[in-house]
């Protein structure tokens, strides 16, 4: 299967403070990569679809002002949580789109965010 | 809207002793989908791919089908052991757009 890695694995950001995460696929080119955050015992929910060379798009109350995504390259995609507070502590979860026969999202590994 | 139904959430079984199956209900048209197993702390690890109807997919001691006419999708655990241990998701890839809606999970525990 293909591979997509994520950065930080995990991180712990005070209040206030903006982080970070990159989404890279390793073997295969993603004009689609996809964010998606995870609360303790509770599924996945889809934050936004992210295209490489276009703005992202936004699922409904996702603010992109606080969610900043950027698809720069056909390999990496990243999300910058803005003025982080506790409650955008979660998993979040990014995932590559292959196209094909499988036509599959493959997903990264995670990045556990902690915000104090 | 494409709305995603699994049930149940949870199932506790002791190892080995019976069938069991997590169904995953679907409400409008796909063309696809999917089940995962995720591990505590852990990402999503692919467990099968469903393309058509009546597809029928084997792993180990699980087996996942399709009956898109239904709308419905099952995973299939038969003699259960504790690596099964973990929880399930299924997602449906909403027609015509690449997006995937996830089920609710089930959370497997297997207990010698």
């Known amino acids: 299967g293909a591979v997509v890695s994520q950065h930080p694995s995990w991180v712990i950001c005070k209040s206030g403070t903006s982080v970070k995460i990159e989404c890279r696929s390793l073997d295969f080119q993603a004009t689609t990569m996809f964010w998606y955050r995870q609360f303790p015992k509770q599924s996945l929910m889809l934050m936004a679809t992210s295209n490489e060379g276009s703005k992202a798009t936004y699922e409904q109350g996702v603010e992109k002002d606080k969610f900043l995504i950027n698809h720069a390259s056909l390999t990496l995609s990243t999300l910058t949580v803005t003025s982080a507070h506790p409650e955008d502590s979660s998993f979040y979860i990014c995932?590559?789109?292959?196209?094909?026969?499988?036509?599959?999202?493959?997903f990264g590994p995670g990045t556990r965010l902690t915000v104090t | 809207e494409l709305k995603v139904e699994q049930n149940p959430l949870f199932l506790s079984m002791q190892e080995g002793k019976k069938n069991y199956t997590i169904y995953c209900n679907y409400s409008t048209t796909s063309d696809r989908l999917y089940w995962y197993r995720q591990d505590p702390g852990k990402s999503l690890e692919s467990l099968f791919v469903?393309?058509?109807?009546?597809a029928v997919k084997q792993e180990g001691r699980l087996m996942a089908s399709l009956d898109t006419k239904a709308r419905l999708s099952t995973l299939h655990i038969t003699a259960a052991v504790h690596d099964l241990s973990a929880t399930y998701f299924c997602?449906?890839?909403?027609?015509?757009?690449?997006?995937?809606?996830f089920g609710t999970g089930t959370r497997l525990q297997v207990f010698p």
């Open positions: 997602a449906v890839r909403s027609y015509n757009t690449d997006k995937l809606i």
């Open positions: 995932s590559a789109l292959r196209r094909g026969p499988s036509y599959e999202q493959y």
């Open positions: 469903l393309l058509s109807n009546g």
